[in-house]
């Protein structure tokens, strides 16, 4: 049996409900000692965490599609992470693992957990700790089955897809692309709409906070839209209700522009064009996929590996920073899939 | 060649576009000899008009689900004719029809006008002309196709529908109650509400005009809703959105809450609902299901027919008193399906 020198785990809990944008105060830093596993259990060392923006919706009171995060509880967080200890047959240290680590450096979970928690190793092969937390993890998952089980993307279609430089943005449209899809993305500031459309190979990208995004949207979809991946609600949502073809499916995975409001959330008043259009919106959560994750993994890292598809993490260093770096998320200064970085490999 | 009196023809014409409710001031009484029909066209004596909430979006410029009626057009209305002349093998006179007649006594059609307006002939036996505009005209295949087709509704499954004594709510309840849902309406005022549980067999109906329907809705629906029909949009949309069940199906078939604003369109700001239980909001327009119209008349003229299913119209007597009749559907004056008797048969 192998032992461990005495480790402090610096952890970040929810000391409050925030109302708006979380406030430093909104967050409790507490250290414990290292807990050891259990039998059947495991300790992790968290390598970085996934920084999302449903992760403001786990910060509310009320029924979702899981138990908001509790008062004190340590913030939940999926990550990348290495075994450090294990009394599971299934693991060895030095193993790396994905799985619900929360936001703290280090992660002891019971055999009940690791089922609960989906943890599964990773296959350094088919890409990075970052990529499984991007391409390889929940917001490529999200953009796999939200683009083709519920948008039933097909050639030829004209996508539109928003927050088209974020985690599931940008997988969604290149996943689009190399269906066959025309894509236009919708993403805030010059860098980012050039960086999809040289770097991605989108056919065009609106800059939302520039000129008037709604004649764009038209010059850019002249066909209408027959597929709409939302992430982020609000009126990029009307915008495009507004332009929509007969048929078309709207995907809503996100609303980030409604997650800090401190009033009711914004409706969308252009929804009407469901009926003209006979179009419809539908919602979806990730987790009902996981039975199928293997088959988006392995065709999602062969698009990774032959080329075809590219992806970009804005990594920040520190579990210290991470309340800063979540609101990175809500201004969209974040470039990329966000990933904070806990420890080293 | 049958030889017909000089008639004058009463015809009711969109004098302007309304701004809210429509005013006596936006209609135009004409009055015009009777056509002679062309070669391979039919002359016809209107019976009755079918008035819907759909007449109000007609009167819109911009573009929808099929052109708006011009400025000086004759009002267009679906309804139940006889033939009086026929220039065309498959119509004799005496026959009775249903097509796309116009705000008016009398309608000359030609050949392409009678492929164009959906004319057909009625069977008399199925349904009086009455049945023929409600259960087994329009308002019956939307309701047919919006229950089954995009609602998906099946055994077991809670289904709610607004506007539940009017023309596609009755049928939609009275068939989803067939086919083994549980059936909650939501109608105004308790005469109403009375009739879709004791006549109608509806399981439960919400008065929206009295007491807390948010409360009487969960009642009502303790395991939630499984199918929303609505026909009303605004803040019964919101209300039942927020007790939707995971996979739920929400058919848009009409928003006549709406239709009269003045204002903007009041969007769902519980539209998140749809992504926390994976749920669904769909648009429909009846047309798209003519085709497969004869399998909807044949159930539902069976259901009538062995008393399963039982209909109710709202008849106002004479031409002169559209417009006047028309405003009954948005104050939620008329019980059942509103129908204008025109002429006698």
Known sequence: MNTLPKLSNQQIRLAARPVGLPKR??????????????PGGLLIKTLALSLDPAMRGWMNEGKSYIPPVAINEVMRAAGIGVVLKSNHAGFAPGDQVSAS????????????????????????RLGTPN???????????????????????????SVVVSGAAGAVGQTVGQLARIKGCRVVGIAGGPAKCDWVVKELGFDACIDYKAGNPRDA????????????????GGEILDMVLARINRKARIVICGAIS????????????????????RARMEGMVVFDYADRFPQA???????????????????????????EALLKLFTGENFGKLVLRVAAE
């Open 101 to 124: 680590l929360g936001v703290q450096q280090y992660c002891a979970l019971g055999s009940a957990d690791i089922k609960r928690s989906g943890l599964f190793k990773i296959d350094a």
């Open 25 to 38: 105060s909104d967050w409790a830093f507490t250290s414990e000692p290292v807990a050891q596993p259990e």
């Open 297 to 323: 993994v392995a065709e999602l890292s062969g698009c990774l590996r032959d080329g075809r598809m590219k992806s970009r993490e804005d990594v920040i260093d520190g579990l210290q920073n991470f309340p």
């Open 131 to 157: 990529q499984w937390l991007n391409v390889l993890g929940m917001p490529g998952m999200t953009a796999y089955f939200g683009l083709l089980d519920v948008g039933q993307a097909k050639a030829g279609d």
């Open 217 to 232: 949207l038209k010059a850019a979809c002249p066909k209408g839209v027959d597929v709409y991946f939302d992430n982020v």
């Open 258 to 277: 409604q997650y800090n409001n401190t009033t009711p959330v914004q409706g969308p008043k252009n929804y009407l064009s469901l009926l003209v259009n």
